[in-house]
């Protein structure tokens, strides 16, 4: 069985730091790219990070770059994200997802994941 098990979120003042984990089990996790989305309410989901498989690569959207920071420890089968800085408009569910991307572009792309976790929240207060 695929799981994703996201922790690490919580209550946070603006300003604060985070740090969340993803825990991935049921399939081979050096072959797959984890990206971070989260989902605030009223709006879509968005991708927030990606780290790839073979070299490490990072992603992150526009809106968290030079505060989040994505990484991955292939011994636990986790993959981190480290926010910064956080802002009230981080609020929001964040998921990790598992995909075999071939075009890294389309990292933030929904439909490139194949695993998706039950996500965790981050609130973040003003």
């Known amino acids: 069985e695929v799981q994703l098990v996201e922790s690490g979120g919580g209550l946070v003042q603006a300003g604060g730091s985070l740090r969340l984990s993803c825990v991935a089990s049921g399939f081979t996790f050096d072959d797959y790219a984890i990206g971070w989305f989260r989902q605030a309410p009223g709006k879509e989901r968005e991708g927030v990070s990606c780290?790839?498989?073979?070299?490490?690569?990072?992603y992150y959207a526009n809106s968290v770059k030079g505060r989040f920071t994505i990484s991955k420890d292939n011994a636990k089968n986790t993959v981190y994200l480290q926010m910064n800085s956080l802002k009230p408009e981080d609020t929001a569910v964040y998921f990790c997802?598992?995909?075999?991307?071939?075009?890294?572009?389309?990292?933030?792309?929904?439909?490139?994941?194949?695993?998706w976790g039950q996500g965790t929240q981050v609130t973040v207060s003003s």
């Open positions: 780290i790839t498989t073979s070299d490490g690569s990072t």
């Open positions: 997802a598992a995909g075999l991307l071939r075009l890294w572009v389309l990292w933030a792309d929904l439909a490139e994941y194949d695993y």
